[in-house]
């Protein structure tokens, strides 16, 4: 079967898919993981809401809500972060996957052209296979010609 010339372009290709798809892949992981960021803080911050009502029923310790509120302050600007960090990422995500789209594209044109020339070398292969079958044929018959002539003539001399 007849080598792909562009094999090594075309294992080039597949290695950056691989890799920015991979790199897709980092973002999203980086994403899921300030999503979950983002939930436990949240979710602390619902503590503190309790805590801080909690702190002003019966004698009221203004210190514990002063606390309170100085650790809510910190997590609004933990969760702020996060959104910052989460708005990048997903700027970094669009680029990273229309890198992906590209080097998808570039491996399945050259997949495209491997498929075409393999094949065309297929029929290559099978146009000569049946020009000698032909030539072998055409041989074998000129071959029986000659036979059935001396035959022929061979025969006609006997009888005489």
Do not use: C
């Given at each position: 079967?007849?080598?792909?010339?562009?094999?090594?372009?075309?294992?080039?290709?597949?290695?950056?898919?691989?890799?920015?798809?991979?790199?897709?892949?980092?973002?999203?992981?980086?994403?899921?993981?300030?999503?979950?960021?983002?939930?436990?803080?949240?979710?602390?911050?619902?503590?503190?809401?309790?805590?801080?009502?909690?702190?002003?029923?019966?004698?009221?310790?203004?210190?514990?809500?002063?606390?309170?509120?100085?650790?809510?302050?910190?997590?609004?600007?933990?969760?702020?972060?996060?959104?910052?960090?989460?708005?990048?990422?997903?700027?970094?995500?669009?680029?990273?996957?229309?890198?992906?789209?590209?080097?998808?594209?570039?491996?399945?044109s050259l997949e495209k052209l491997r498929d075409q020339r393999l094949?065309?070398?297929?029929?290559?292969?099978?146009?000569?296979?049946?020009?000698?079958?032909?030539?072998?044929?055409?041989?074998?018959?000129?071959?029986?010609?000659?036979?059935?002539?001396?035959?022929?003539?061979?025969?006609?001399?006997?009888?005489?």
């Open positions: 079967m007849a080598k792909f010339r562009l094999a090594t372009l075309l294992k080039l290709r597949e290695r950056d898919r691989d890799l920015a798809a991979k790199a897709v892949q980092d973002v999203l992981t980086a994403m899921s993981k300030l999503d979950e960021a983002q939930r436990e803080i949240d979710q602390s911050n619902r503590d503190m809401d309790a805590y801080r009502k909690q702190a002003s029923h019966g004698s009221i310790n203004l210190h514990l809500i002063l606390d309170a509120q100085r650790y809510q302050m910190v997590l609004s600007a933990q969760s702020a972060q996060i959104a910052d960090h989460k708005g990048k990422l997903k700027q970094e995500l669009e680029r990273r996957q229309f890198a992906l789209v590209q080097t998808q594209q570039a491996v399945k094949e065309a070398a297929e029929v290559h292969a099978l146009a000569k296979q049946q020009e000698r079958l032909d030539e072998w044929s055409s041989i074998r018959h000129a071959m029986a010609a000659i036979r059935d002539a001396e035959t022929a003539e061979t025969g006609y001399n006997d009888s005489h």
